[in-house]
Every structure is written in C-alpha cells, then in structure tokens.
C-alpha cells in the first residue's frame, strides 16, 4: 500500500480522535513512512488552548495506530505528533460577535 494512501487514513483517523476541532484551522495533516509492513506516522495538527494537550495528542497517537493497522493491515511502532499551533479559546469571537 503506498505511502499517501496511509497518510490519508492516519490524517482522516487523527481528526476523528480530536474531541472538539478548533474553528477555521486545517484539517491534521500526516506523513507516512512505509517499510514492508510498518509504518511510521507523523500527525500535524492545531488545537485549543487551554485543553488537556497530552490527553488529546494520547488520543490522537491511540486512534491512528489502530485505524490504520486495521485499514491498512500495517503495524504502526510509533505516532509522532506535531503541535503546529494552539488556538486560545478566550480570544476567539463568539458566535454572536462574528454576526455584526
């Protein structure tokens, strides 16, 4: 199974994993790196502050390795997470504020 496929499954699986996406980020981002039936993963993603961080990255590594040794049928060792940024919940507008 090629490398992007993997990647997508783990990206789609990271998202999944995620209690609550932060408003107006990108969707976690992975890159994959295949070796006969390996794979190790790399997740970039964006998240609340303040949150539990290593609650949700736990999550994030937990439901990635299973998802794709269960799609892709592939042992995943290890699930890097990359915190890209940290999205305050107190700075962003509240719905109403982004009415007027």
């Given at each position: 199974m090629a490398d992007r496929v993997v990647a997508k499954i783990a990206a789609r699986a990271a998202g999944e994993a995620l209690p609550r996406a932060p408003r107006d980020v990108a969707p976690p981002h992975a890159t994959v790196t295949v070796h006969h039936d390996i794979a190790r993963v790399?997740?970039?993603?964006?998240?609340?502050?303040?949150?539990?961080?290593?609650?949700?990255?736990?999550?994030?590594?937990?439901?990635?390795?299973?998802?794709?040794?269960?799609?892709?049928?592939?042992?995943?060792?290890?699930?890097?997470?990359?915190?890209?940024?940290?999205?305050?919940?107190?700075?962003?507008?509240?719905p109403r504020s982004r009415l007027r």
């Open positions: 790399r997740i970039s993603l964006e998240l609340d502050y303040p949150s539990d961080l290593g609650a949700e990255c736990a999550a994030v590594r937990r439901t990635v390795a299973a998802r794709v040794e269960e799609l892709a049928g592939m042992t995943v060792p290890e699930v890097d997470i990359d915190v890209e940024r940290l999205h305050s919940t107190h700075t962003q507008p509240s």
